[in-house]
Structure formats: C-alpha cells, structure tokens
C-alpha cells in the first residue's frame, strides 16, 4: 500500500523531524473529524456525494480504530500550533476516500471545511486529556479505597510516629494508611472537578474564536455528534476566544497531575524508610537480584520507581505551565508542547500509580517489629507523660536509656517495677485505644 500521507506532511517531518503522533491524539483527532466532516455534509449535502461521506466516515473510523497510525509520522513537538497534524489527518482521510471510493477530495478545500486548526486541534487535546484524565481518576479512587482497606484492617496495631525524623508518640498503623488515604482523596476530589474544565471544547470557534466561516448549525451538530462519538460531556466552551487564546486550564491539570504525584513520592519516601534494613518495619517485595555482588541484598526497586516517575511527573508539570502561558495574543501557538509534556504526564502518573498499588498488595509488614521499636523508642514514654508527669517519669527515663526494652512485656514489666504500679494500671495505658484512641 502506497503511504496515505502527502506534502504537508512531508514538510513537518523535513522541519521538525519525526517523532510519530500518540495513540490517544490520533484517536482524538479522527473522531473530531468524523463529527465536524458529517456536520458539514449535512449542512451542505451538495458538497460531495452520499458515497464519498460514507467513504470519509469509514476513513475516520479507520483511523480512530488504530488501522493506520503509522501514517502520522510526524513529531508532536512542533511549530505552527498544530497545523502539521490538522493536516497529516486530512491528508490521511483524502488517501483512504480515493482508495475506497476513488473520490479526490482535497485536504485544504474539503476537508477543512468550517474548520480551522486551532478549533479541532485544541479540542482533539481536550478530548484525548479528557479520557487519560478518567483512566488517572479511576488509578486515584483504586489506590484510596486500598489504603482504606489497609486502614481498617490494621486499626489495632501500634507503631512509632516520628517527627523531624525523630521517634515522638505513639501511632496507629491503620491511622498511617488513614493519613496516606486522605491526600488520595484529595486528590480524587481535585482531579474530578478538573474534568469540568477539560470537558469545555473550543469547536467551531475556527482560527480565533470569532467563529469565522462556521455556520451555526454547523456547530451545534459537530459537537452534538462529537459528544455522540466519544460518550464523553464534552460542553462548548462559553467564551470561544478565550478558549482558543488561553490554555490555563490545561496548566491547572498539569499542575493537579503534579500534585498527586507530590504525593505519591511522599508516600514512596515514608515507605522507604520504614522498609530500611534499621526500621524493618515494612518488608519490600524480593523482585530480582539486588546486586551482582551481594547475594542477600533486595533493592526497593518498586518504591525507586515511584519515586522517579513522580519526579518526572512534576517536572513535566512545572513545564506544562510555562507552556500554558505562552499565549500570544489570539493563539497559544504552544499547544503541541503543552499536550506532549501532560501527555508524558499522564503516563509517568499512571505508571507509579500501578507500582504504588503492586507494592501495598505485595508488600509484608512485620507487626512484631513495629512493637519492638515502639517499645524500645521514646515515644511510648512520651505518651505516659499526662499520666506520670515529668517527675515520675524520670527514673523511667534512666531506667530504659541504660537498657532499653526489648518488646511490650518486658516494658510493662520493668515499668510496673520502676514505677510501683500495679500492672493492670498500665496494661489499660498502654493499650491502643488510650494511646490513639482520641483520633477521630
């Protein structure tokens, strides 16, 4: 089969180099087309034929399905706002309609007919980020609703809560799970709402928002048939020079995608430490050699992962920004950068998300550990404080710097002797629901 792309596109790849255009955009972008080419054949049914319609709408299904994508060849960072691609597309269309039907339809003339790149580009954008941004959510709630299980499941079992790095009070293992459910929730709720703005496409606003060259209902029909298409809430955006002009919106995604990633190196980073061979107090998966001299050595690879994808993420989104705000005038000629570094975005969050994941199903927590350093550690004498005082529990303080417990019974033991309390006393101080009961 003879290559479907024609000059324009021989252009962008002899400027810009090649790079071939992501599955999501492709998809995106076919499906833009299929709605605004059917818009414009029935607005004007004397443009082309029944046949060469059903011929453009099996071309643009073609390409939507993935049947062609090596036809689009061409680098997604690139110059010109976009029109590389709106015109690598076009052409693609045109080659398939003359294979199908022997129609010669022209990519400029035809085939961008009430349509300007900065309309469907930027709303191909949209909807590609529109579907990645579902899938994300989707990773988010997976991980909250796990770290609630977790929570739950572990809601009796003590560990030592440390500050500056330092051993402070007593804390609950499920409250750790709680505390790392709530920035998953969080960022459940930001990236939800984030949808109501993505959702808002600038279709048939053509070059600068002003609607030049598009009949209304023209546009009215391409974004009802778009919506059809994709079953996605795509809305039309209330203020279409504003739409095509600025990409703010897409900045504030960058930035929220920035945001749970921030907190997956939070949780990635806590993990590291409690899984350090001194702590011990989580134990990560055994996945492959640790290193290839030291047999018994297992790596955190998992968490590493995380940690590197989530640094990408945000470095990425502080450049998604830069680029949101590169309008100039009536254009954000930026786009393809923009849409290229949330699409990396994406990937890299989606990716440490599914290793977060596999990590909490695979990982062991060695409870017995945990009550050992919480024995051994400072913060169990610190939460005796409002019950002894400073004075009481001085000699303690001695007692357990010469040689500190090994575990909860040699604790409540030699405690009960140093203070002259009667064990039970201090069996009901030391539980879980004393120690961490008061968090609600």
Known sequence: MSRLWKQETAKALENFGPGGLPRQLIRAYGEVKRAALAAVHRHDPELWTEEAAAAIAGACTAIIRGDHDDAFPISLSQGGAGTSIHLNV???ISSLVEQSCGCSLDPLEDLA???ST?????????VALLRG????EK????????LVRMETEYDAVLMTGRTEMQDALPLGLGQLFGSWAGMAERDRWRLSKLAERIREVPLGGTAIGTCFNAPRDYMNDALRTLRSITGLPLARSQNLPDAVAHKDSLGELASG???????????????LYYTSS???EFQHPDLQWGSSIMPVKVNPVLLEFVQGLALRVEGDGRTSCVYARESRLQLNSMLPFLAESIF??????SAALKALCRFLDEVKINTQRMEANLASSPALLNALLPKLGYHRLKPLINEFAAQPPRDFEEFRRRAAAVLDLDPALLDGWLSPEELIGQSF
């Open 139 to 146: 990773q988010v709630i997976a991980l909250q609703e796990k």
């Open 113 to 115: 007919r009430f349509q």
């Open 118 to 126: 900065n309309d469907t580009f930027a709303t191909a954008v949209n």
């Open 257 to 271: 995608y920035a945001l749970a990633a921030g907190n997956l190196l939070k949780i990635a980073g806590d993990l």
């Open 344 to 349: 990396r975005q994406e990937s890299a969050l």
């Open 90 to 92: 076009n052409e693609v």
């Open 133 to 136: 941004l579902a899938e994300i």
């Open 278 to 280: 001194p702590v011990g």
